[in-house]
């Protein structure tokens, strides 16, 4: 059984950091595209960022370039989200997921996905 699980999530201040991390278990996903998203309260679930297979490539949704880093870890099939400079419209449940598609920013292109964790910054 495949599960992604993320974890990390948590309170913070703004301008504070956090690193959220995904843990895949049930197959390898070491040739998959790996993605987060977000989902605040009352929007669709948006892309925050991406990373190829290599981690040669990375791709950030416009809101959170400069601040917020993806990165992988294919030996330990995990993938991380590190988030500095947070703000209080950060807030959301964060999802990872993967995908064999590259460039891949749209929730229809992941066919894998965690159960969320909640990030919460306040003002």
């Known amino acids: 059984q495949v599960q992604l699980v993320e974890s990390g999530g948590g309170l913070v201040q703004a301008g504070g950091s956090l690193s959220l991390s995904c843990a895949a278990t049930?197959?390898?996903?070491?040739?998959?595209?790996m993605g987060w998203f977000r989902q605040a309260p009352g929007k669709e679930r948006e892309f925050v960022a991406a990373?190829?297979?290599?981690?040669?490539?990375?791709l950030y949704a416009d809101p959170v370039k400069g601040r917020f880093n993806i990165s992988r870890d294919n030996a330990k099939n995990m993938w991380y989200l590190q988030m500095n400079k947070l703000k209080p419209e950060d807030t959301a449940v964060y999802y990872c997921?993967?995908?064999?598609?590259?460039?891949?920013?749209?929730?229809?292109?992941?066919?894998?996905w965690g159960q969320g964790t909640a990030v919460t910054v306040s003002s």
């Open positions: 997921a993967a995908t064999d598609l590259w460039v891949a920013s749209w929730v229809y292109q992941y066919g894998y």
């Open positions: 049930g197959r390898t996903f070491s040739m998959y595209t």
């Open positions: 990373i190829n297979w290599s981690g040669e490539s990375t």
